[in-house]
């Protein structure tokens, strides 16, 4: 007996406005909005977050629009909440190797406020050491100190200078140069003409009288050069003296600002400590002069660089941990930098320009990252890496990024990061990762896994409900009534194809709600009702159905053909989806077969000509056993038999066609019309047990727009799986033409039982003498099979 056509309450599941519990979604802006169908993903995102240990960083699997970015997002801000902030990260002047930037860990705001101390400081030694320096006093016993270096001086000079004299020689100074003439009778220092002209003997004795000269002036140089040394030394010690209460007071003030107990504490002591030894060592920089000495300034200019602070991480001000989501996750952007510029054709740069990256500035909290981004660049990818297996970073420039230029290049020290990083991606990237790098993925303990549907409960749908009442109210939308969500949950079903599911996909619902508020305001509506939604769904449709409605319209132009009424031998209309990525919709396709007497079997046409995908060349081997299975009675079969989408050019996948290729089969076989008003869909195993299939609802609302073309005669409908019931979400048109008896969707457990609908006959069972039974399809297709036979035998006899 066959089972009855199903009813219209069956065909779609209809979702009451007053079992929602309010009239509209302003009721619910205050209600908590919970993680909707992903209980999974929420428990495993505050196990992975609240998981210390390194090594528990979260992979996030997730179709887009599932909400896996924003929900990690904001799972990540309410934990970052209760951690506490994170230290600034200075780089300073590394005296010793300049090269080499040293890395200073601050508590959160005082990097800030070290750099402005250095700052303050760095203006007050420009004021004061000069005024220091020309206070009275001090002047006054430098003076004293350069009078007595000048007196011991002048007494050893005069000394030469009489030496010089009683040997005939004229001593005289010359920019700090002593300079010597021999002095002739004349009184006059003598030329080098005149000298030339002297006698042999007078030559040698002036020669003698010059070395002699020489070497006292060597003694005279070996005692004023140590007084010298003593006098600078003495204005060194007086300048130190004068500016170190300055300068002990400025760095006193800097240690005692920063008192909290610090990671880097010895290493900024050393610092603080090296600034003093620098600036005590160029104080003759900072004493006034002229305008035009352009050499001091830029001297004093590069000297006082070295006392900047480079914050290139500030969390003063910050409450919590951070969480940043890193959308441009380039090399620059994700590690840091160093900023260069040109000077004289070289590409020079300090610690100064030292930049952050994300990683450095997420450190302490969270960073949301896409592994699509990253995998797109091969040098992201592997600084990734090696950061991942070692967690320091060292801020580079790549090589790639540097110019032909010689460049003047910095090795900051490398920092310890401790960031938790949430990577989010699709299933395919996910396993793509394990099978591909199991080194990094062993970094990504904790799988976050959103699903795509889930089980529509009360609770889930008031869910859904606060999630479109807090989106009303961060867009400044009008409110929607609750016919409004009752129609947005019944689209969520139509989307997963379930009437026990809904599509976890929220990003959906969200443009929904947008496009049905813009069009209530159009008409002026203060809320948001199911007439704007449905309005909504008709427009999105017919901004996206071009192609549905061209092929639409090449079916009833006759150029592609199709037939939905009367009965046909061999010929019957499956159902296909097309995806479009933006738009899904279905469309008949006719299926024919032939079969005539041979020994090559079923053909599958597509196949034979490479444009069928491997699922359905597995369906129609299936088909092929099972019918084999069908006559193994009469075994081995003399038949060839070849099967075709009609007019299909651009390749067919899927083993949702395979019943309907055995119908057409059977029907050549048996020569038993098939009715052309029954499209069919499903899939078949061994045993002709029907297997469900998907785009369900897609396929049966396009052939029914086929149908209401060539005219309804209510005679027609669709054959699917009965274990498809559950996902039918149909059309309301279709659901109203089921209603009035103009349409009619059937079901099948069996492929004998949808062949019994097509054809109006009996499918036949074995009887005792191991045949089936002429009058029926089975018996019918027996007879036409031992035909063939027959006539293979003739034909191999001759």
């Known amino acids: 007996m066959l089972p009855a056509p199903l009813d219209a309450a069956q065909l779609r599941l209809t979702v009451d406005p007053a079992s929602l519990g309010f009239a509209d979604t302003s009721e619910l802006v205050h209600d908590a909005l919970p993680w909707v169908g992903q209980e999974r993903a929420h428990a495993a995102t505050r196990f992975g977050l609240g998981m210390m240990e390194p090594g528990y960083n979260l992979f996030v699997l997730g179709e887009v629009g599932s909400g896996r970015s924003s929900l990690l997002r904001q799972e990540a801000l309410s934990v970052a909440a209760t951690r506490p902030v994170p230290p600034d990260l200075c780089y300073i002047h590394n005296f010793d190797v300049p090269e080499r930037p040293l890395a200073l860990r601050m508590p959160a705001g005082q990097g800030h406020e070290l750099r402005q101390r250095m700052a303050d400081l760095v203006k007050t030694l420009q004021t004061d050491i000069p005024k220091l320096l020309a206070r009275p006093e001090v002047k006054a016993e430098s003076m004293r100190i350069r009078k007595t270096f000048d007196e011991q001086e002048a007494v050893a000079y005069q000394a030469l200078a009489a030496y010089a004299q009683e040997r005939h020689f004229a001593l005289r100074k010359d920019e700090g140069q002593l300079m010597f003439t021999y002095v002739g009778e004349s009184g006059e220092p003598m030329t080098e003409a005149e000298a030339a002209k002297l006698p042999a003997a007078e030559r040698a004795r002036v020669d003698t009288l010059e070395q002699a000269l020489r070497g006292e002036i060597l003694r005279f140089l070996e005692i004023a050069g140590p007084l010298e040394r003593r006098a600078n030394e003495a204005l060194d010690a007086l300048n130190k003296q004068t500016v ?27 610092f603080l400590d090296q600034v003093a030894q620098d600036v005590l060592g160029h104080l003759e920089l900072f004493e006034v002069f002229e305008a035009d000495d352009e050499g001091r300034q830029e001297a004093l200019a590069a000297l006082l660089l070295r006392y900047r602070v480079n914050v290139v991480v500030d ?17 620059r952007t994700l590690f840091g930098s160093i900023e260069y510029q040109s000077d004289e054709d070289v590409l020079v740069t300090d610690f100064s320009r030292i930049r952050a990256g994300s990683l450095l500035k997420a450190h302490g909290g969270f960073l949301l990252l896409h592994l699509r981004d990253l995998i797109a660049d091969e040098l992201v990818w592997e600084k990734l890496r090696r950061f991942m297996r070692n967690g320091r970073l060292q801020i580079e420039e790549p090589v790639s990024l540097l110019s032909a230029l010689p460049s003047v ?14 990577l989010i991606g699709t299933a395919e990237q996910y396993y793509a990762v394990q099978e591909g790098d199991p080194e990094f993925a062993r970094h990504f303990k904790v799988k976050v896994d959103f699903a795509d549907t889930f089980v529509s409960t009360p609770d889930t749908r008031h869910a859904c409900a606060v999630f479109v009442a807090k989106l009303c109210q961060q867009r400044g939308l009008p409110h929607c009534t609750a016919a409004a969500v009752a129609r947005l949950l019944e689209e969520a079903h139509r989307e997963a194809d379930d ?5 976890a996909l929220f990003a959906a619902t969200e443009a929904r709600v947008l496009e049905s508020a813009a069009l209530a305001r159009q008409r002026g509506a203060s809320k948001v009702d199911a007439c704007d939604v449905v309005a909504a769904l008709q427009a999105h449709c017919y901004r996206h159905n071009l192609p549905e409605q061209a092929l639409q319209e090449s079916v009833a132009d006759g150029e592609r053909l199709i037939t939905v009424h009367g009965s046909q031998a061999g010929q019957l209309n499956g159902l296909t989806q097309i995806d479009l990525g933006d738009y899904r919709f279905g469309l008949p396709v006719r299926l024919t077969a032939r079969t005539f007497a041979g020994n090559r079997g079923v053909l599958n046409i597509e196949r034979e000509v490479a444009m069928s995908g491997p699922i359905h060349d597995k369906g129609v081997l299936i088909l092929q056993s099972h019918l084999g299975a069908l006559f193994a009675h009469i075994a081995p079969l003399a038949m060839t038999a070849s099967i075709v989408f009609e007019q299909e050019y651009n390749g067919v996948e899927g083993d949702s066609a395979s019943c309907a290729e055995l119908y057409v089969l059977l029907s050549s076989l048996s020569g038993v019309p098939l009715k052309q008003g029954i499209a069919v869909t499903g899939a078949v195993n061994q045993f002709g047990e029907v297997l469900p299939i998907g785009g369900l609802n897609e396929k049966i609302d396009g052939y029914f727009r086929i149908c209401q073309q060539q005219g309804l005669d209510g005679e027609q409908g669709v054959l699917i799986p009965a274990r498809n019931r559950r996902h039918l979400m149909l059309s309301a048109d279709v659901v109203q033409a089921v209603a009035e008896g103009r349409f009619h969707v059937h079901t099948q457990q069996h492929a004998h039982e949808g062949l019994q609908l097509l054809t109006g006959l009996d499918v036949g069972v074995l009887d005792g003498t191991g045949h089936y039974p002429p009058a029926t399809v089975l018996g019918r297709a027996q007879a036409r099979l031992l035909t063939f036979r027959r006539a293979v035998a003739r034909l191999a006899r001759r």
């Not at 969390?315 to 090399?331: C, L, Q």
């Not at 009437?499 to 599509?503: E, K, L, V």
């Open 499 to 503: 009437q026990a599911r809904q599509s």
């Open 409 to 422: 290049s910095l090795e900051p020290e490398a920092v310890d990061v401790q960031v938790k990083v949430i």
């Open 244 to 270: 170190k209460p300055l300068l002990d007071h400025g760095l006193q003030a800097i240690r005692v600002a920063l008192k909290k107990h610090i990671k880097d504490s010895v290493k900024l002591g050393n």
């Open 315 to 331: 969390n003063a001000g910050r409450a919590g941990a951070p969480v940043i989501s890193e959308d441009n996750p380039i090399f």
